[in-house]
């Protein structure tokens, strides 16, 4: 399948079909002398380009176009043969003709209205000076039981993604699948999504189809090089490459960032044996349980977080074999998360001062007893509507300010909750739903406002940070020194 145009969410074969049935439609209504001509150019359009793409794989969003043209050829064609044979040419009353091109039209319509709001995502190119790679791995801490089952001998295990900078790709390297690691993987994470967002499996059939800007397996960039980290936790069910182009662009920049798969928290996760795991996340509508369950689907988050910084620092040392050794510097570490993941994040830093800053991507804090994290730390957050979350913000910035470093805290303008994430990528651009934005920007602002509080703080690269934050929103700065 060609990739998607971003401006009509088609591809060029898939815009030549739908040409083709809106002249074939029209063609009617046009004038004698240019009828002939317009049905048999708009025909054969349609039905060349509709053959490749039922080849090549078509999208469902076509089939409507495709079956608007097919209604519109049925009644185009015999009366052009039969003029042909010298018969008299009949049409179709207009009073008849009006309603089915209407009926037509509203098919093609749909259709392609369908394919702008579900469009086959096409990821950024990323803008650093490296190409990226990236790999999977999955790990298991044996010294904590998973609390998900009752089997006294299960042990909790998590799935990590790892971006980083790697040499240039050949033109012909394929790159990596975005859902999984296989066809199969990818289907199942798709469906797992749908079934967790409550919605027809079919209108994400597009989404295993992409592929991202990443090469899987490459080999890392540079000789001696040590990048800093960058760990991620997705928002509550969602899957660890929920924020794909947010982690290549700032892997192309020189950074390693890892994003965790929790499983039975996580929409669905396929483990190395070919297990299924599926999310037992359920809320009960009480608001004072719900609370008590996210204290603890975020603690062990943390944890999570914590265990596969140890586990990044043993593949720097060697310890667990890969292409890693010597490569990560596990004293430049930043643990970021979207949503819930975001509210782990935070408690991560509290819990684990190897943690060297904190970014959350609108997150609400779970934690029962927020305690004083010495790491500088950047909130990105969606505006509020007026009685929207009452709490959150108050209960964010109680969290910042207990923090011992500068905090940022920014509501960035025009987004909503997954702006911060790929949705925007391949979901209606509603601004209820994911800003108001449009499908790049407010991923450009997540990565230009991660990078630069990253590089500053990471890597010491004098910045004016609050300036440049305050560009994106209204800023809110938090200094140790002002209470």
């Known amino acids: 399948m060609t990739e998607t145009i971003m401006g009509f969410g088609m591809s060029s074969l898939e815009i030549l079909a739908l040409l083709g049935a809106v002249a074939l439609v029209l063609a009617r209504w046009l004038p004698a002398g240019t009828r002939r001509p317009v049905t048999l150019a708009a025909g054969a359009a349609t039905v060349l380009s509709g053959a490749v793409l039922i080849v090549l794989g078509m999208r469902w969003q076509l089939i409507p176009v495709l079956a608007g043209a097919a209604i519109a050829l049925g009644f185009a064609v015999p009366p052009l043969l039969r003029g042909r044979t010298g018969r008299s040419a009949r049409r179709a009353p207009w009073w008849l003709a009006l309603p089915g091109s209407a009926v037509c039209l509203g098919l093609v319509a749909g259709g392609a209205a369908a394919a702008w709001a579900l469009p086959l995502p096409v990821f950024p190119e990323p803008s650093g000076p490296y190409a990226v790679g990236t790999t999977v791995k999955q790990w298991t801490d044996p010294d904590r039981p998973e609390t998900a089952t009752s089997a006294p001998d299960d042990r909790r295990t998590v799935v990590v993604q790892l971006w980083y900078p790697?040499?240039?790709?050949?033109?012909?390297?394929?790159?990596?699948?975005?859902?999984?690691?296989?066809?199969?993987?990818?289907?199942?994470?798709?469906?797992?999504?749908a079934d967790y967002m409550g919605m027809p499996g079919f209108l994400l059939d597009d989404v295993p189809r992409a592929h991202t800007r990443s090469v899987s397996n490459a080999a890392v960039a540079g000789e001696g090089e040590r990048f800093?980290?960058?760990?991620?936790?997705?928002?509550?069910?969602?899957?660890?490459?929920?924020?794909?182009?947010?982690?290549?662009?700032?892997?192309?920049?020189?950074?390693?960032?890892?994003?965790?798969?929790?499983?039975y928290d996580s929409a669905v996760v396929t483990l190395a044996d070919g297990?299924?795991?599926?999310?037992?996340?359920?809320?009960?509508?009480?608001?004072?349980?719900?609370?008590?369950?996210?204290?603890g689907w975020t603690a062990v988050r943390a944890?999570?977080?914590?265990?596969?910084?140890?586990?990044?620092?043993?593949?720097?040392r060697g310890e667990i074999d890969g292409p890693f050794t010597g490569r990560l510097d596990t004293?430049?570490?930043?643990?970021?998360?979207?949503?819930?993941?975001?509210?782990?994040?935070?408690?991560?830093?509290?819990?684990d001062?190897?943690?060297?800053?904190?970014?959350?991507?609108?997150?609400?804090?779970?934690?029962?007893?927020?305690?004083?994290?010495?790491?500088?730390?950047?909130?990105?957050?969606?505006?509020?509507?007026?009685?929207?979350?009452?709490t959150y913000i108050p209960r964010l910035t109680q969290v910042l300010k207990l923090g011992t470093a500068t905090s940022y805290q920014v509501a960035v303008t025009g987004t909503g909750h997954l702006t911060f994430t790929d949705a925007p990528l391949y979901l209606p651009?509603?601004?209820?739903?994911?800003g108001s934005l449009g499908r790049t920007q407010g991923l450009h602002i997540t990565v230009e406002a991660s990078a630069a509080f990253l590089d500053t703080t990471l890597r010491g690269k004098p910045d004016e940070l609050a300036a440049r934050l305050s560009t994106y929103g209204d800023l809110t700065v938090h200094r140790p020194d002002s209470g």
């Open 303 to 316: 944890a999570d977080l914590s265990f596969v910084l140890t586990q990044l620092g043993r593949l720097d």
């Open 228 to 263: 800093p980290l960058v760990l991620f936790s997705p928002g509550l069910g969602g899957v660890r490459t929920q924020n794909t182009a947010w982690a290549e662009e700032l892997a192309s920049r020189g950074y390693v960032v890892a994003a965790l798969d929790h499983p």
């Open 429 to 434: 651009p509603l601004s209820t739903l994911v």
């Open 275 to 295: 297990r299924t795991i599926r999310t037992r996340i359920k809320a009960t509508g009480d608001e004072k349980k719900d609370e008590e369950l996210a204290a």
């Open 331 to 351: 004293d430049r570490a930043a643990v970021t998360g979207h949503s819930i993941g975001g509210g782990a994040a935070l408690q991560a830093a509290h819990q």
């Open 353 to 390: 001062s190897r943690f060297a800053a904190v970014i959350n991507l609108d997150g609400f804090p779970h934690d029962p007893a927020p305690r004083p994290f010495h790491q500088p730390a950047l909130a990105l957050t969606h505006p509020l509507d007026q009685g929207e979350s009452p």
């Open 166 to 193: 790697s040499r240039e790709r050949p033109a012909s390297a394929e790159r990596a699948r975005y859902l999984g690691r296989t066809e199969k993987e990818s289907r199942t994470v798709a469906q797992g999504l």
